[in-house]
């Protein structure tokens, strides 16, 4: 994250929607700070420390103006690049830090794998791959589910992105990449505000960007070595090899972005849809009976994806009220009003997928889990945008809801999955996306279709509404 200096005001600064304040805040609790800012503000805010500024947009209106222009409103995702030559340039040189006719042309590259057609044929990895997982679970134990799907979903998308069946590489690329996510965001305020500590761990990011990198050039050099397929890593290779096509250093800042942004989304989403199904008996009792019916307890089979509408309520809810990317940045190539403000180039404006799938006149009660609003709403593009929304919407949409909606009904055809009495819950926003920060311990059950739910602590009550346990109630019965 980065922020620029402010040149230009409107004549009336009193009336302008700015907040004084300290905008290291955001970087440390980003929903907590958004939420101050709508609730001083509403749709568009500033918050302003000595002469810098970060605009934030929470409404659609806002959303539209700042997604569908891709000209005046830049992406740059890393706010450290690191010197030209370095890991740090390399890794975080992927899609999300590219623009105009670059981002254009390796956007196309890119996309021909995911789109709707294509990823018909990644069906039975995802089937196989989620038995597979299953296969290793035992009745009567307790799980992390989040460990569980962030490794899953890391062997899913080195198989069906890479071409490579290598779950260790997988997993070592996956621990790398956190690591590299967690340090880009806790240094990336350097970037901006002078703070000696911050400074120092600089070198700490540069040396996690050559350590990630080791393993990425390994996945590389075994994909060149094997023969070539149709996953993305061959395609891109395939145009790194003709004249005018990708260089060595964005094929690695491809294959980490495409990493990270796969397999990190695709796990928190899978576990926050688990743990609030765990959190809503009823809701669960109605998915059960849906896939009890249509898919015997098995993995849906293609033609029976677009069948599944409580699963998909379930599915579009969860990616409201929980979003796996919860905020994301633009960068003003150029000048440009905003509401009324008049933005330099290098403004950097913030729009948030949290706060606007939280905003009380798109959505009833919108801290609540209710799948069945869904019958009757049907958001604009940039009301609902949990795949982000414009010219640079998620490539990997299509392909990322596929998985989910034969994972879920997979592991519930199978297993029942009851959060441990009394567990803890927290959640935190890093590097723009909503991570668990503590377990989710799941008891791991024969799927019998009784469902109950069971009392929960920390602070995921401060992000979503949730119901009494029905546990006790039912043991005090
Ligand atoms: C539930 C899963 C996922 C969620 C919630 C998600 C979310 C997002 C969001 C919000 C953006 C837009 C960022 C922006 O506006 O700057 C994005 C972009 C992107 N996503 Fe995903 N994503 C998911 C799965 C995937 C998968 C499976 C892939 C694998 C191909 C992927 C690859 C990408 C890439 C490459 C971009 C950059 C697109 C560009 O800048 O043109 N994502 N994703």
């Not at 830049?74 to 030559?85: D, E, T, V, Y």
Request: aromatic share 8%; charged share 25%; proline share 6%.
């Amino acid at each position: 994250m980065s922020v620029n200096q402010f040149p230009r005001l409107s004549s009336d600064r009193t009336k302008l929607p700015v907040t004084i304040g300290r905008i290291a805040d955001f970087a440390h609790d980003p929903v907590v700070c958004m939420r101050r800012l709508w609730a001083k503000h509403g749709h568009l805010a500033a918050l302003e420390e000595d002469s810098q500024r970060i605009y934030f947009i929470f409404g659609p209106e806002y959303n539209k103006q700042v997604l569908s222009d891709s000209q005046r409103f830049h992406s740059r995702f890393f706010a450290l690049r690191g010197s030209k030559r370095s890991a740090q340039r390399r890794v975080s040189s992927g899609l999300l830090s590219m623009n105009g006719d670059e981002h254009k042309r390796h956007r196309r590259i890119a996309m021909g794998p995911f789109a709707k057609k294509a990823i018909v044929g990644y069906h039975d990895m995802v089937a196989q791959t989620s038995k597979e997982m299953l296969d290793t679970w035992q009745p009567g134990e307790v799980r992390d589910i989040d460990q569980d799907m962030t490794e899953y979903m890391l062997r899913l998308t080195c198989s069906i992105l890479f071409g490579l069946d290598e779950p260790e590489l997988a997993l070592e690329i996956g621990k790398k990449t956190e690591r590299w996510v967690a340090l880009n965001h806790e240094i990336g305020p350097a970037a901006f505000i002078p703070n000696a500590d911050l400074t120092e761990r600089y070198e700490e990011l540069l040396e996690s960007a050559e350590e990630l990198e080791k393993p990425i050039k390994e996945m590389l050099r075994l994909r060149r070595a094997g023969s070539s397929g149709r996953d993305v890593l061959s395609l891109l290779i395939q145009a790194h090899d003709e004249e005018g096509g990708i260089s060595d250093d964005q094929l690695i800042g491809h294959i980490a972005l495409l990493f990270g942004a796969a397999h990190l989304t695709s796990a928190h989403s899978l576990t926050w849809t688990l743990f609030l199904l765990s959190q809503h008996p009823q809701v669960m009792r109605e998915l059960h009976e849906e896939l009890s019916k249509q898919t015997s307890g098995n993995s849906p089979r293609p033609e029976q994806l677009d069948e599944l509408t409580v699963l998909d309520r379930v599915l579009k809810e969860s990616m409201r009220v929980l979003p796996a990317s919860a905020y994301v940045q633009r960068v003003t190539a150029e000048p440009v009003d905003l509401g009324p403000f008049h933005l330099s180039p290098g403004s950097v404006v913030v729009f948030s997928q949290f706060m606007t799938h939280h905003l009380p006149e798109l959505y009833d009660e919108p801290e609540s889990f209710r799948p069945d609003r869904w019958r009757t709403i049907n958001p604009s593009p940039y009301a609902y945008l949990p795949f982000g929304a414009g010219p640079r919407m998620c490539i990997g949409a299509a392909l990322g809801m596929m998985q989910l909606k034969i994972t879920l009904p997979t592991i519930l055809g199978r297993y029942k999955l009851s959060l441990e009495e009394g567990a803890e819950v927290n959640a935190r926003v890093m590097s723009t996306m909503l991570f668990p920060t503590s377990r989710v311990p799941m008891q791991i059950a024969p799927q019998d279709g009784d469902f109950t739910s069971s009392s929960v602590t920390g602070n995921i009550h401060t992000l979503v509404n949730l119901p009494p346990a029905t546990s006790q109630a039912r043991r005090a019965a």
